[in-house]
């Protein structure tokens, strides 16, 4: 890690070193805070989790060859006794000695975001940062699709987006990056600013403001003040690129005396998009407006979702220097991740693996997009999480909502879906309803629920566990097609 010495860890998180001296001037290979990813020469930062507390794989990580541990604890427990008299302790005390070089803070997490600061500062890349309340992932993977194009990327992988696992991707940067696109998550209040910090982003992109994390933000207005936290840190000749088609942000006329780029579906955005056509599972088509001119292309994902998703990719492409050409190939490159609206084929019927996470404006979008499949289509929806006070109206509403599409059957399962279906049944009594308490019932009844050539579209959000779903559909399939 270029520049990264041992000296420059402890400056930056201003922590207490209690090691080698000729050390200090050394260079760190990686830093981790796996054990078993502990390498000679990287640093391991130690973190006590709810479960394990990285404190007690000290012993093994020097064994590994580690360079040096950072840690909250008072290193005694590791310490161990010296070989010689001379290094015993002056003040007649027990004699100890330290296994290797430790660091140690009050904060372990905060040591890191104070040394990711630090690293990505001597790096001297631009950074493009991302938030919003729906399809940050998405838009991510769209932005880093097409400044590939161009330059080499380091983007934020898996859920890798808070005050722990920003710091952790910004550790994956390495000389030959030129440009890092990091997706920053929140649901209180002072966390973006904690995000912002480190980062210090070149280009801020919100995808939406919506209702999520009401339990901790209150309200929309809320949610629009955390994720404004954004530009706390945001550079002086950055830039500030908005959905105009969101009602929330297209009130921000000015931040820091730079004036937004808005995108959207409507015309009076800097970057638009017009003749949307659905091309049923397979993706949509469009024709995007810029300043520089327009084109045609076609997004390998469906839903209106992505075209917004396509248009902010296209605002930070331009921005960065991209051609037309460039950006149309990036967006037409993108592929889908496991978890987010993840098509998997088979003979016998369609999965739409949507389960990573869930809330009323993703849900809702993507039961839109289940509409363009072909043959029977059938949605099963899990609970949403932290939506605070109003979460059984907010579940009713969107079962309103799916009880209005082309949907053939919906099946709900958890607690508060109970008002899902009570909504869905208020508004179509023809649709075909099921209601489960929990997925173990749901899992048992998916045969007699489920047919062959079904699209099934499965989304909650991640504490339903839906991945298991997802898996017991793809068992079910099998015997569709060995028993046809």
């Not at 020097?62 to 541990?69: E, P, R, T």
């Not at 403001?209 to 706390?232: M, T, Y």
């Not at 649709?431 to 899992?443: H, P, R, W």
Request: aromatic share 6%.
């Amino acid at each position: 890690m270029k520049g990264l010495t041992l000296g420059r860890i402890v400056q930056a998180c201003g922590g207490i070193y209690i090691g080698k001296e000729e050390d200090l001037g050394r260079e760190i290979t990686a830093i981790t805070t796996d054990s078993r990813k502990a390498e000679a020469g990287g640093l391991f930062a130690a973190i006590k989790g709810e479960r394990v507390d990285g404190h007690d794989f000290i012993p093994s990580v020097f064994a590994q060859g580690a360079l040096a541990v950072l840690g909250e604890q008072e290193p005694s427990r590791w310490q161990k006794q010296p070989q010689t008299e001379e290094s015993a302790a002056p003040d007649g005390g027990e004699p100890l000695c330290m296994a290797g070089n430790y660091i140690q803070v009050p904060s372990t997490v905060e040591a890191l975001g104070a040394i990711a600061a630090c690293y990505l500062e001597q790096l001297q890349i631009p950074v493009v940062g991302i938030t919003g309340s729906v399809g940050k992932t998405s838009t991510k993977e769209m932005i880093a699709a097409v400044l590939a194009q161009k330059y080499r990327v380091l983007k934020t992988d898996g859920n890798f987006n808070n005050a722990l696992g920003l710091p952790l991707t910004i550790f994956r940067l390495r000389e030959e990056h030129e440009i890092a696109v990091l997706e920053m998550g929140i649901n209180h209040f002072g966390e973006m600013h904690v995000l912002a910090k480190i980062a210090k982003p070149n280009v801020c992109v919100i995808t939406n403001i919506g209702e999520c994390h009401l339990e901790f933000l209150g309200d929309r207005d809320g949610v629009l003040r955390a994720k404004s936290e954004i530009f706390d840190y945001l550079r002086p000749d950055g830039a500030v690129i908005l959905n105009g088609d969101d009602d929330k942000l297209a009130q921000i006329r000015e931040v820091k005396g730079i004036r937004p780029v808005f995108f959207g579906l409507g015309r009076e955005n800097a970057v638009y998009a017009d003749q949307i056509e659905k091309k049923g599972l397979d993706g949509i088509a469009c024709r995007i407006h810029t300043g520089q001119g327009a084109f045609d292309v076609q997004i390998p994902i469906p839903g209106v979702h992505m075209v917004r998703n396509a248009l902010a990719g296209t605002a930070v492409g331009l921005g960065c220097g991209l051609t037309l050409a460039q950006i149309r190939a990036g967006i037409e490159s993108l592929q889908p991740l496991s978890g987010r609206f993840h098509m998997i084929h088979t003979e016998e019927g369609t999965i739409i693996d949507d389960c990573y996470n869930a809330n009323p404006m993703s849900m809702k979008g993507s039961l839109e997009v289940l509409q363009d499949a072909l043959g029977r289509k059938v949605a099963i929806l899990g609970d949403m999480g932290e939506l605070g006070a109003d979460e059984a109206r907010i579940h009713r509403e969107v079962g309103e909502f799916a009880g209005r599409l082309d949907i053939d059957c919906c099946i709900c399962v958890g607690a508060l879906c109970r008002h899902m279906a009570d909504g869905i049944a208020a508004v179509n009594s023809e649709m075909e309803i099921a209601y489960f308490a929990d997925a173990k019932g749901l899992l048992e009844a998916l045969p007699r629920l489920v047919r062959k050539d079904d699209t099934v579209l499965v989304k909650a959000s991640h504490f339903m566990h839906f991945e298991r779903v997802v898996d017991a559909l793809s068992d079910l399939f099998v015997p569709f097609h060995e028993n046809a």
